[in-house]
């Protein structure tokens, strides 16, 4: 998905909402992607980069309402061309008025790394560049 950056261009990650019998709320996750511009990134904007996801993600889901989702940024090997440490989830805290998301850079928490691991399994978390892969080809 792609939404007009705070800080001007277009930018773009991979967007994908996480509904698991095991987990008490849905996720979104918002995964960074090395073809979106490094001072575009996710995390210095992730209000509108929720709200741009949400407008793909609602049409698929009428009766789900995005404050009742959690929120995450998702980093890693895919994130960037250069060599990164291992995948990351920050919990980000928003609010929605009806039309968009809003929160700050404060409502932002990165999960310990056995946090994430975990996670990632129980949703069931395709690997991005699968994800990617299978976008691409339709």
Known sequence: MTWRHAL???AACL???IVSLTAPTAAVVLSEIAQN???LGISGDFPAAA???WAVLAPHHPNFSPAEA????HHGPFSSYDPTG???LTQVTLTYDGARFH???SGHRLLPEQQ?????ETWQLEPVHVALDRLERL
Not at 70 to 73: D, K, P, R, V
Request: charged share 20%; aromatic share 8%.
């Open 8 to 10: 001007g261009g277009e």
């Open 37 to 39: 511009p490094d001072a």
């Open 103 to 105: 929160g700050g850079l």
């Open 86 to 88: 291992p995948e990351t």
């Open 51 to 53: 709200t741009a996801a």
């Open 70 to 73: 959690s929120w995450y940024a």
């Open 116 to 120: 994430t691991r975990q996670l990632i």
């Open 15 to 17: 967007g994908r909402l």
